[in-house]
C-alpha cells in the first residue's frame, strides 16, 4: 500500500504477478531479477526521491532548483513504475499465456486488422522497427474506438493519456539483452508466447 510522508502519497513497487523465473525459458530469471529488482524498483524509489524534493520546492524548504530537470526526471521515473507494472501484468507464467486473443478485444482484432496473425505482423513489425529505447504498445482510442498499433520512445507516454495502454512490450536493452544480446527480433518473437489476453481483455473492458 501506498503511504504517506510530508503529506505526499508514495509509489510503491507490485507484487510480480508470477514467480521470478515464471516467463522462463522466453525470458530468464537474470533478467527478471535485473529489470524488477534493479530497473522497476530503481524507477520507484526514484520517483519518491524526486516527489520529495519536489514538496520541498512546494513548502519553500528547497530554494535552489532545476525545475525543467526535475519534471523531466519526475516524467521519466513514474512513467517508468506505470509502464512496467503494465509490462509485467501484461504477461503469464509460460504455459499460461500465449496464443490468440478472444472476447471483445479478439473481435476488434479481427474486425480491424482482418486476421489475429495481420495484427501479430504489424505489430512485430512496429516494434522491430523502433530504434533505440522504448516501447511498442497497443492503445484503445475512445474517440474512434480503434485499437491503435503505436511506440513510445524513452518512458515519456505523455501522448495517451487519451488512449490507454491495452498490449505493452519492452524494448530497453535491460529486457533482453542478457539472453538475446542484439537479437531483439527473437525476443520480440518468443514474448508472443507469454502474452497474457486475459488482462490485455480486462483493459479494454475499463474503457469501452
Ligand atoms: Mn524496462
Redesign the pocket.
Known amino acids: 500500500m501506498a503511504t504517506d510522508i510530508q503529506g505526499l502519497r508514495k509509489y510503491e513497487l507490485p507484487q510480480l504477478p508470477y514467480k521470478i523465473d515464471g516467463l522462463e525459458p522466453y525470458i530468464s530469471k537474470d533478467i527478471v531479477d535485473v529489470?524488477y529488482n534493479g530497473?522497476?524498483k530503481g524507477y520507484v524509489n526514484t520517483a519518491n526521491t524526486l516527489l520529495d524534493r519536489y514538496n520541498g520546492i512546494i513548502k519553500g524548504d528547497v530554494t535552489s532548483y532545476d525545475l525543467h530537470g526535475l519534471i523531466r526526471l519526475l516524467t521519466f521515473n513514474i512513467s517508468?513504475d506505470k509502464?512496467?507494472t503494465l509490462?509485467w501484468d501484461n504477461m503469464a507464467p509460460s504455459g499460461k499465456g500465449g496464443g490468440s486473443p478472444g472476447g471483445v478485444l479478439g473481435d476488434k482484432i479481427n474486425k480491424q486488422y482482418g486476421s489475429f496473425d495481420k495484427f501479430k505482423k504489424l505489430f512485430t513489425e512496429a516494434a522491430n522497427s523502433n530504434p533505440g529505447t522504448g516501447w511498442a504498445v497497443l492503445n484503445y482510442d475512445k474517440e474512434t474506438d480503434n485499437l491503435q498499433i503505436m511506440t513510445v520512445e524513452n518512458h515519456f507516454m505523455n501522448h495517451l493519456a487519451e488512449m490507454p495502454v491495452i498490449l505493452i512490450l519492452?524494448e530497453?536493452e535491460?529486457?533482453y539483452y542478457l539472453q538475446y544480446k542484439n537479437k531483439r527480433a527473437d525476443y520480440v518473437g518468443n514474448w508472443w508466447n507469454i502474452v497474457n489476453w486475459d488482462f490485455a481483455e480486462k483493459k479494454l473492458q475499463q474503457y469501452l
Open positions: 529489470h530497473h522497476h517508468g509502464l512496467h509490462y519492452d530497453f535491460h529486457a
